[in-house]
């Protein structure tokens, strides 16, 4: 059985996942929050709320260093955007910061065995659906804003304040551009 994951960003759109799933419209087996140690106050806030509503485990997980210390001690170059050569540009830091502890924490978690798939659940919505990326086993990102429930920010917003949910401030760490 393969499981699926929400990797959970602290902003709208991710936010208006745990929501959805809050009423019983996606499901998902747990979610994931990686700290780069370097989130503004109030998105650990606002991942307080989320944990208190959510009807699954919300997990927070962190990389070996944060960002911060790596950033002072000349160990990370300040974040910026890069061209990663097919006209995309993206977070140099996300991967290190973001990704690999949150694919680290499942894999423990999960007790991962060769051949084991997770569906990672992303929350980009229909608006900016040319953030979606194809990837491989074991960690297939789906996209339900996009595909699913085709939902852009705005529908996010909407969705929340249709159902009482506190609406996040922007979400990213303190470094990005």
């Not at 170059?77 to 991967?95: E, F, T, V, W, Y």
């Not at 929340?160 to 551009?177: D, I, Q, T, Y």
């Amino acid at each position: 059985m393969m499981k699926r994951i929400l990797s959970l960003g602290g902003g709208v759109q991710s936010s208006c996942l745990i929501y959805m799933q809050a009423v019983g419209l996606i499901d998902f087996d747990y979610s994931v929050f990686a700290d780069t140690g370097a989130e503004p106050q109030y998105v650990y806030e606002h991942i307080d709320y989320l944990r208190s509503i959510s009807p699954r485990p919300l997990y927070v997980v962190r990389a070996k260093h944060n960002l911060i210390d790596d950033l002072a001690r000349g160990k990370m170059q300040m974040p910026a955007l890069i061209n990663d050569g097919k006209g995309r540009l993206s977070k140099h830091c996300s991967d290190e910061y973001k990704v690999r502890p949150i694919h680290s924490f499942i894999k423990q978690n999960e007790n991962y065995k060769r051949g084991d798939k997770y569906e990672i659940v992303i929350g980009i919505s229909a608006d900016e659906q040319h953030r979606a990326r194809l990837t491989k086993p074991p960690f297939i990102h789906i996209y339900p804003l996009i595909f699913d429930a085709p939902m852009n920010r705005a529908a996010c917003v909407a969705f929340a304040e249709m159902h009482g949910f506190r609406l996040p401030r922007k979400s990213g760490c303190v470094c990005c551009p």
